[in-house]
């Protein structure tokens, strides 16, 4: 048994373009939450000629979500927040994927060890890897396949 | 504890009291395009930069991402190149009131808060963060106008401030046909953060504001774009008349950066109010605040 990142790595994946509206992005992880039968919280963003250029979670679009002031209005029970979840997505809508993806990633390979991904986890705090075969994306590693990998050996 | 329920007063506040503390960093290699991305994904008007040693080097808003644009200067060029610094710091401790001295003198929006090393950013203090801690004092206040639900003499309502006390009057517009490299220049040349946007009637359609202008320069657009192809509609204003405290309130409640301010029709706009506007005046939003305003 080989242990490494490609043992663990989903090669069938969605990507994103940078220049896909988030109502665009938002429509593919419900996709790809659909074909996959798991929730889907994080997706690679490529651009035209195949090549990684980030990455795009669901933190990066509360980040667009959160409004600048919560800290100031979010003390007051007594007001009246009708609508306010409507105008913060109008906003976000048609703000683009390459306007607000992560782009200080981290990448492995498929021959990276287990032990090493789930290293770079803990220190990171990521939950999903894109790994690269010589600057191709070839697959990616979710936090999930590593840890029912992990329970399976764990548990035998 | 929030500091409104400790103090009901706005002398004597600290900068600890009304500063954030996430700061926004770029290291000084950063791509302007990855500065960009971080203004709007935080939503800040400036960048802090900093070396390897997370010292700071120096800051770049959106006033410099704008000049780079203008300047034709591409999208890798690293921040280091057109930041300004040093950095000017206070600390915690500080006075509210010594800080904003600083930063009326020197004219910058903003100060870095510095803990025991005196390079390294732990906090940033700008003035909606300032406006904001005084509205949340006003807010408590018995005498809020955001209280009042009506049933109200005239005589409830005098003392209360009204946009046109603190707005900045005047507005400068630009035709919806003219150029990015136009909307740039007058800008520019009047210190202002936004323009109303004018159709072939002479009726604002809407607004373009320095964070439309480097989304444009992200995107690659040329710079004899038209104003309208990046404008944002609608326009949002309020009434020279409407009490400050209301303003104040849909500035920070609807994440708006400013409000145009109409005298009679609407359309009849006669100044602009922002919450920098609202953090110079230095009051909470009636005149009942101003004995305890913190000191000019």
């Known amino acids: ?156 | 504890m929030p500091v409104i329920d400790q103090k009901n007063v706005l002398k004597g506040l600290t900068v600890a009291e009304a500063m954030r503390r996430q700061v926004i960093a770029v290291d000084t290699g950063a791509p302007l395009e990855k500065v960009i991305r971080f203004t709007i994904k935080y939503k800040v008007n400036a960048i802090l930069v900093t070396d390897e040693q997370q010292q700071a080097q120096g800051v770049v808003t959106k006033t410099d991402l704008m000049g780079a644009y203008y300047a034709g200067l591409p999208l890798e060029t690293p921040a280091a190149t057109i930041m300004v610094g040093p950095p000017l710091f206070c600390r915690q401790e500080d006075s509210l009131d010594a800080a904003l001295n600083t930063m009326r003198s020197q004219r910058i929006h903003r100060l870095y808060v510095h803990g025991e090393d005196p390079g390294r950013a732990e906090g940033v203090l700008a003035y909606p963060d300032i406006v904001g801690l005084l509205y949340r004092f006003c807010r408590r206040c018995d005498r809020s106008i955001l209280k009042k639900t009506g049933g109200q003499t005239e005589g409830e309502f005098a003392g209360h401030l009204t946009v046109r006390e603190v707005m900045t009057p005047g507005v400068e517009s630009i035709p919806e046909v003219k150029s990015l490299v136009t909307v740039m220049e007058k800008l520019a040349a009047n210190r202002l953060a936004a323009v109303l946007v004018l159709e072939a009637g002479g009726r604002a359609s809407g607004v373009i504001s320095k964070t439309d202008l480097i989304l444009a320069y992200k995107h690659g657009l040329p710079l004899q774009t038209p104003a309208r192809q990046i404008m944002s509609t609608p326009v949002r204003g309020c009434h020279q008349d409407d009490f400050l405290a209301e303003a104040i309130e849909e500035m920070i409640f609807w994440d708006i950066h400013r409000l145009f301010v109409a005298q009679g029709e609407p359309s009849r706009i006669v100044g602009v109010l922002s919450l920098s506007d609202a953090a110079r005046f230095r009051s909470g939003t009636c005149r009942a605040c101003l004995v305890s305003r913190i000191a000019v």
């Open chain 1, 1 to 156: 048994m080989s242990e490494m990142a490609r043992d663990v790595m989903d090669t069938r994946f969605h990507t994103l373009n940078p220049r896909m509206t988030v109502a665009e992005a938002v429509g593919i992880f419900e996709q790809a939450s659909e074909e996959s039968g798991r929730r889907v919280f994080g997706m690679l963003v490529v651009d035209c000629d195949g090549r990684l250029v980030g990455m795009l979670s669901v933190y990066d679009i509360f980040l667009l979500l959160r409004p600048k002031h919560t800290h100031i209005w979010g003390e007051m029970a007594d007001l009246d927040l009708h609508g306010l979840l409507q105008a913060a997505c109008d906003r976000a809508r048609p703000v683009l994927v390459g306007d607000i993806m992560t782009t200080d990633l981290i990448t492995i390979t498929p021959d990276t060890h287990l032990l090493l991904i789930i290293d770079i986890m803990i220190k990171k705090h990521v939950r999903r890897l894109p790994v690269l075969d010589q600057g191709r994306v070839v697959g990616i590693v979710y936090l999930s396949r590593v840890f029912d990998y992990l329970l399976a050996r764990l548990g035998g």
